[in-house]
């Protein structure tokens, strides 16, 4: 839960940040003036923590940044992860970076990975510019210093290249694997999209891509559930399981991913036609529209007539010209109460 910044949340978090990003000679002052050992207080750093547990990130911010600017490496590393998520506070990616490099040099693995991933989009450094080279240096060490899931990120980077990074696609692809068979879900989804789309010279395999989407969508990654999902409905790698194809691309949709709204909502479209009947089924065709209605709203503009929101268009105008007016109201207020791309919950 986000909570607002209040007069309670000493001083402001933002005097803090523009001291900290400018180096404020009076916020330098104040903290050499105060005995380190005031700040490296494990108990502040515990109460930081608990306070970011119970949703009040602004608090759990003003309480860290004392030990941050001391020095302390697991108070910059949660400075960093409050101010690069917006948890309670505004959302400020320089700053979030600038603590993640900080707390990286002090051996925080978490850290070397976010500092990483700041490097490989180019937030943080010299020239603004990605550094794919120097990230990729940086996801090594976070797994090097146990965080597996920096195999893959580093993996990713390799299979690409860029500025300073040959591309090296088996290596990149072999980082992956060893992520994936370590058990870290993104890596499966990773792994498992290669297979599937012979991307860095993997063989196409679908039934091995399955496998490891299956993995991946059990261990909550979203857009492997809706990838599964496709290959159940035409049989691709397993069976033709269309029911369920419908319960990952619900369970994809719910999470709030426009792809799977979409795929959700064809298929309860395909379900509320009645060939005898020549007609559409009130109740399926309302829900179909609600959700072809949503993807197609996170979506944005077909680019192609083959893009998902090109076909969503064809079917919310068939519906809206079948379905009652008073029906057509019903869903777009539910629509209204559905923030873009966040979780829908099961009526």
């Known amino acids: 839960m986000k909570t607002r910044l209040t007069h309670d949340h000493w001083p402001t978090v933002t005097s803090w940040l523009r001291g900290a990003r400018r180096g404020a000679p009076l916020l330098l002052a104040l903290l050499c003036a105060v005995p380190n050992a005031a700040w ?21 911010l003003a309480r860290a940044l004392p030990l941050a600017e001391a020095g302390d490496g697991a108070a910059q590393e949660l400075a ?8 309670g506070v505004p959302r400020d990616l320089a700053a979030a970076c600038s603590w993640h490099r900080a707390a990286a040099a002090q051996g925080r693995r978490l850290a070397m990975h976010n500092h990483a991933t700041c490097l490989a989009g180019g937030v943080g450094t010299a020239d603004g510019q990605p550094d794919p080279a ?20 580093e993996g990713e980077l390799r299979m690409a290249g860029g500025p300073g990074l040959a591309a090296e696609p088996a290596r990149g692809r072999d980082l992956c694997l060893e992520a994936a068979r370590a058990g870290v879900p993104s890596a499966q989804a990773t792994v498992g999209e290669l297979f599937l789309t012979g991307r860095a010279d993997t063989p196409k395999d679908p039934a091995q891509a399955a496998q490891w989407l299956e993995k991946a969508a059990r261990g909550g990654i979203v857009p492997a559930a809706y990838w599964l999902g496709r290959l159940y409905l035409v049989g691709n790698g397993v069976p033709v399981n269309r029911p369920r194809a419908l319960g990952l691309f619900r369970a994809a949709a719910e999470a709030g991913l426009p792809e799977a709204q979409i795929a959700y909502g064809e298929m309860l479209y395909a379900r509320a036609l009645d060939p005898k009947a020549k007609a559409l089924a009130a109740g399926p065709a309302a829900e179909a529209l609600f959700w072809l209605s949503l993807g197609r709203r996170g979506l944005g503009p077909a680019d192609a007539a083959d893009h998902p ?28 109460r559905v923030g873009p791309g966040a979780p829908v919950p099961r009526p």
Request: glycine letters at 12%; proline letters at 3%; aromatic letters at 2%.
């Open 40 to 60: 490296a207080d494990p108990s502040a750093l515990a109460e930081a923590e608990a306070r970011l547990a119970n949703g009040d990130g602004a608090a759990a």
């Open 80 to 87: 960093g992860r409050i101010l690069g998520q917006g948890l």
């Open 134 to 153: 120097a990230a990729a240096r940086w996801y090594g060490k976070a797994a090097e210093a146990g965080l597996t899931r920096s195999l893959c990120a």
């Open 309 to 336: 929101s090109a076909n969503a268009d064809r079917l919310i105008a068939v519906l809206g010209k079948h379905l009652p007016a008073e029906t057509r109201r019903a869903v777009a207020g539910q629509l209204e």
